[in-house]
C-alpha cells in the first residue's frame, strides 16, 4: 500500500518489486521531475547540462505520449524549469518548496497519490541531494522507484556513485530513458511504440 502521509514508515521489506517481465503497465507508472530548473541543471558535473536537459526532456516527451502523470517539484525563487519540461507542467502539477525531498510537503505527496500508480520514476538534479531523498521516501512511502541516470545530474563524479548505490540498496531500479521507454512500449512497429521510438532516436547523440 501507498502511503501518502509523506512519512518514512514503511519497512525495506514491503517495497514493491518491477521486475515482472520485458513490459512495464504504463498504467501503473507516473514521473515526478525534482528541481530541473534551469539555473539549477548548470551545477552539473557528471553529466552535460545540455544532455541533462536532452535526456530529461525526453522522458517527459514520452510520458505525455504514453499519458503518464507527471509532477514537478521546484525551488522557489531558481527560476524556470527547463523548457521541455516547461512545456508539460501545470499549475496544478507544479509544486514550489525549499526541501531536499517533495515528500516533505503535504500537497506533492498527496498529488502523487492521487494517481494511484506505483511505479514512480524520478528524475532531477541534484543526484546526491533531491534524487536520493526522493527515492528513499518514495520506497518508504509504498512506491517503486526507478531512476534513469541519463535524466539526473550529480556535484561530482565521486559523490553521485554513493547515491545511486544508496538508492538501489535500498531497492530502487537505475536504468535508462531508452530503457524504461522501451519497456513501457517495446512494439515499435504500432502506436504508441512508433512515436516512442522516434522521440528515443531523436535522444541519440549526433
Known amino acids: 500500500m501507498i502511503n501518502t502521509t509523506g512519512n518514512r514508515q514503511a519497512s525495506p521489506g514491503s517495497v514493491l518489486s518491477v521486475t515482472d517481465g520485458a513490459r512495464m503497465n504504463a498504467n501503473d507508472v507516473q514521473l515526478l521531475f525534482v528541481h530541473l530548473q534551469t539555473s539549477l541543471v548548470a551545477g552539473s558535473r557528471t553529466v552535460s547540462a545540455e544532455a541533462l536537459v536532452k535526456a530529461a526532456t525526453a522522458l517527459a516527451e514520452v ?36 526541501a531536499a ?57 565521486r559523490t553521485e556513485p554513493a547515491a545511486l548505490g544508496q538508492i ?21 512497429a504500432a502506436q504508441p511504440g512508433a512515436d516512442v521510438l522516434a522521440i528515443l532516436q531523436a535522444l541519440q547523440p549526433a
Open 63 to 98: 510520458g505525455a505520449v504514453l499519458g503518464l502523470p507527471m509532477t514537478f517539484a521546484v525551488v522557489p525563487g531558481r527560476g524556470d524549469l527547463i523548457p521541455g519540461l516547461a512545456a508539460h507542467a501545470t499549475g496544478a502539477d507544479t509544486f514550489p518548496r525549499h
Open 168 to 188: 538501489e540498496r535500498a531497492g530502487g531500479v537505475l536504468t535508462s530513458v531508452h530503457g524504461l521507454a522501451s519497456r513501457l512500449a517495446p512494439d515499435f
Open 101 to 157: 525531498s517533495p515528500f516533505l510537503d503535504a500537497a506533492t505527496v498527496a498529488a502523487l497519490g492521487t494517481h494511484g500508480r506505483r511505479i514512480l520514476v524520478v528524475a532531477g538534479f541534484a543526484t546526491e541531494v533531491a534524487v536520493l531523498h526522493t527515492s528513499l521516501d518514495g520506497m518508504a512511502a509504498g512506491y517503486a522507484v526507478q531512476v534513469p541516470v541519463d535524466a539526473v545530474g550529480g556535484l561530482s563524479g
